[in-house]
């Protein structure tokens, strides 16, 4: 007679969370004995997709950032409550919580408190601002799976279990087209130079960004032959975005929809707003700069919560200024079209620049980062007793 499948938390807030979280259930359940382990908690469609039960829909959580979550603290709450009670019920073998910091972190307290192990995938940024909820995340938290090369030291000197499994974005992030193709299907000249624009995909960043890049680039395109790729992440933001576009008036721009990969891996050099996309960038071997623009007052509160050497990415990675940072009030179109004019025009530049992305992409594993996780977690479930 077999045992009766032991169960796992596993909670996902955002659609990034519930892609990974996905991917983590079917490695598992891959190695693990059929039908014995079942999984529930909170999720989307991929998790329900590989037999998560869902019992908070990742719908329900989306809409909480810092500040829209002081109007759903009521949603925030209940979410909390019935995880935290069906835990308390059906006593699962251990909980996975991913990303998503503002509400796992709260969780993480209330399910070890029942003397569930906890395990932690992609760290909260606690090494850039607001370090001190390392101290509870020790107590509450029994290993961190962190996807950044630098988290693991940061973590163990703080006396927490951690491990470094590779970047998740290492087995994505590839073109699907060879150069001459792209460049046919979007009736580009091949011969010409190419700059792809990342302004973000929020409405606050391609707000406070596009309108500095295209005034960059107009200057640059009167001076030189260049064309420039807008890649877009979907529709949502079509209409900001060419209306944005017609009141700059000009260079031309392609609008590129779901092909962002193809865009930056193709093009010469890439301005990225500051985030995930610098890694993206980075792991295209695309030379880039990085920048970021909010409201002056955010700014400057910012400067007394944030404390890293570098801003960008792909630079805490490599421990240097591999690629230029442009901030704040350094993100002017004069000083974005100079650094675009002088890195074109300093072919030893661009080549120290891509040297320094082959180092940061070998930084970030070899691939198989969600594996690696699950690698992790199956001793786990095989080797400790049952609650």
Not at 268 to 287: F, I, K, Q, Y
């Amino acid at each position: 007679m077999n045992p009766p499948p032991q169960s796992v938390l596993v909670v996902a807030g955002e659609a990034s969370g519930d892609m990974y979280a996905a991917e983590l259930v079917a490695d598992l359940l891959g190695k693990a004995k059929p039908g014995s382990l079942r999984f529930f908690g909170c999720g989307g469609g991929r998790m329900r997709e590989v037999g998560v039960e869902t019992i908070v829909d990742i719908h329900r959580l989306a809409v909480l950032g810092p500040f829209e979550a002081l109007s759903h603290l009521r949603h925030l709450y209940s979410a909390l409550k019935l995880l935290s009670n069906e835990a308390r019920t059906r006593r699962p073998r251990l909980a996975v919580l991913v990303d998503f910091p503002d509400f796992n972190l709260r969780l993480a307290a209330r399910i070890k408190a029942l003397g569930i192990p906890v395990f932690y995938l992609i760290s909260p940024q606690v090494w850039a601002w607001r370090s001190g909820r390392v101290n509870q995340m020790r107590k509450t938290i029994d290993r961190m799976l962190v996807i950044l090369p630098f988290e693991k030291d940061f973590y163990a000197a703080r006396g927490m279990q951690v491990d470094y499994i590779g970047h998740p974005l290492v087995d994505r992030v590839r073109v699907s087209q060879s150069k001459s193709e792209f460049f046919h299907s979007h009736r580009l000249d091949e011969s010409v130079t190419t700059i792809s624009l990342l302004p973000g995909s929020r409405t606050k960043e391609i707000h406070f960004h596009l309108p500095i890049m295209l005034q960059a680039a107009r200057w640059l395109h009167s001076q030189r032959p260049v064309q420039f790729l807008l890649p877009a992440a979907s529709s949502l933001h079509r209409k900001q975005i060419c209306k944005i576009l017609a009141k700059a008036g000009g260079p031309p721009v392609s609008l590129l929809e779901d092909d962002a990969y193809n865009a930056v891996g193709h093009s010469d050099l890439a301005v990225v707003a500051s985030g995930t996309a610098t890694l993206e960038a980075a792991l295209l071997g695309t030379p880039l700069i990085a920048v970021f623009k909010i409201s002056n007052l955010t700014w400057i509160i910012g400067q007394y919560l944030v404390q890293v050497p570098f801003y960008c990415l792909v630079n805490l990675i490599a421990g240097q200024a591999v690629v230029p940072e442009l901030f704040q009030n350094d993100f002017t179109a004069e000083r974005l079209h100079g650094e675009m004019a002088e890195l074109l025009s300093q072919p030893e530049r661009l080549k120290h620049v891509r040297m320094g992305l082959a180092s940061v992409k070998e930084r970030l594993g070899a691939g198989g980062a969600i594996h690696n996780a699950a690698e992790h977690i199956l001793p786990w479930l095989q080797n400790f007793p049952a609650l």
